[in-house]
């Protein structure tokens, strides 16, 4: 079983829709959970990130880490076709020095 | 902002070539990393390296060898390259225990270089 597990996909919303991004882990050592990007063709961008449990929000976008749960999410407000891309969580720990492990990724559709 | 820079976004080499990848970073950086990326099996660490001149082996290190001569830079070498290694290769970089006190903090990456073996 992987270590972390996103929601497959893809997902196709209308704009202005509200999406969540979902991902669960196994490792209770996980300290750092990211959200990433990625546009076709493109790396991964750095959109959010988050140290422990707890909220943080940036413009539309929340991230969402419950540790007690083993479970983090993504939401997106007033979603925009810009926001169409692959959605990509990841997390690290104290225990694997620097490395982060990846989900596989959600691929977002977002519809005019 | 962090700029990560690949030397090239696209390369077609041939079956057996020696083939060079280089990664260069602005931000001080102590740890780099190279991953390749194929549909269906997410992100896959090759190799990292936490300081010049030390490097530790990823997931996938087979077929590849990496250099770090210089902190900013980062290359990844296929030794003799195969079909199979014909993939999306994407360097990252990430503030270290020295930059930050803080040893696992989040990474960033270039835009890849999408490598074909003929």
């Known amino acids: 079983q992987k270590e972390v597990e996103q929601d497959p996909g893809p997902l196709s919303v209308p704009e202005g829709a509200i999406v969540s991004l979902n991902c669960t882990y196994s490792?209770?050592?996980?300290?750092?959970f990211m959200w990433y990007r990625q546009y076709s063709r493109k790396g991964p961008e750095l959109l959010m990130y988050t140290y422990s449990s707890g909220n943080k929000e940036d413009g539309r976008f929340t991230a969402q880490v419950d540790k007690s749960s083993k479970y983090i999410s993504l939401f997106i407000r007033d979603s925009q076709p810009s926001d169409s891309a692959t959605y990509l969580c990841a997390m690290t720990s104290t225990t694997n020095a620097g490395k982060s492990t990846f989900g596989d990724g959600t691929t977002l559709t977002v519809k005019p | 902002d962090v700029k990560v820079t690949q030397s090239s976004r696209y390369l077609v080499k041939r079956t057996g070539e020696k083939v060079f990848l280089e990664c260069v970073q602005d931000m001080d950086h102590e740890n780099m990393f190279w991953y390749r990326q194929d549909p269906g099996l997410g992100l896959r660490l090759i190799y990292f390296s936490y300081d010049v001149k030390m490097k530790e082996k990823g997931d996938i290190p087979e077929g590849y060898s990496v250099s770090r001569e210089k902190k900013e830079r980062f290359s990844l070498i296929l030794e003799s390259a195969s079909t199979n290694q014909t993939s999306m290769y994407l360097c990252?970089?990430?503030?270290?225990?020295?930059?930050?006190?803080?040893?696992?903090?989040?990474?960033?990456f270039g835009d890849g270089t999408r490598l074909s073996i003929l």
């Open positions: 490792n209770s050592a996980f300290q750092y």
């Open positions: 990252a970089s990430g503030p270290g225990l020295q930059n930050t006190g803080i040893r696992n903090q989040p990474q960033h």
